[in-house]
Nanobody
Framework: QVQLAESGGGSVQAGGSLRLSCAAS????????MGWFRQAPGKEREGVAF???????RYLDSVKGRFTVSKDSAKSTLYLQLNNLKPEDSALYYC????????????????????WGQGTQVTVSS
């Protein structure tokens, strides 16, 4: 069982930046597909960004060019850099990790992975 703990959320004005972090309790989880999801009030959860065990990345179209997912395996930490934030980016952001797939290339990943953190709130004001 992997435990994930997010941090780094906050309130910023439109155009601002934040860096989210997700600390994983097991170093081996960094070998598998990991990702960030978000859920705004009244909306369904959506996948935002993913990173393979080998470092390949995928992004939701609306965040391409603004968000960057990365990881530091030595620190067992996943990151999400959020730049040029927009009010519509406001949501609770969750870190997620898969139990067995090293690749994030399949479409099913957008529906969710196996392990979840508690979330960190991002609020963007106009």
């Amino acid at each position: 069982q992997v435990q994930l703990a997010e941090s780094g959320g906050g309130s910023v004005q439109a155009g601002g930046s934040l860096r989210l972090s997700c600390a994983a309790s097991l170093h081996t989880s960094m070998r598998y597909c990991m990702g960030w999801f978000r859920q705004a009030p009244g909306k369904e959860r959506e996948g935002v960004a993913f990173i393979d065990g080998d470092g390949s990345t995928r992004y939701l179209d609306s965040v391409k060019g603004r968000f960057t997912v990365s990881k530091d395996s030595a620190k067992s930490t996943l990151y999400l850099q959020l730049n040029n934030l927009k009010p519509e980016d406001s949501a609770l952001y969750y870190c997620s990790a898969d139990a067995s797939s090293t690749s994030c290339s399949a479409d099913w990943v957008w529906g969710g992975l196996d392990y979840w953190g508690q979330g960190t709130q991002v609020t963007v004001s106009s």
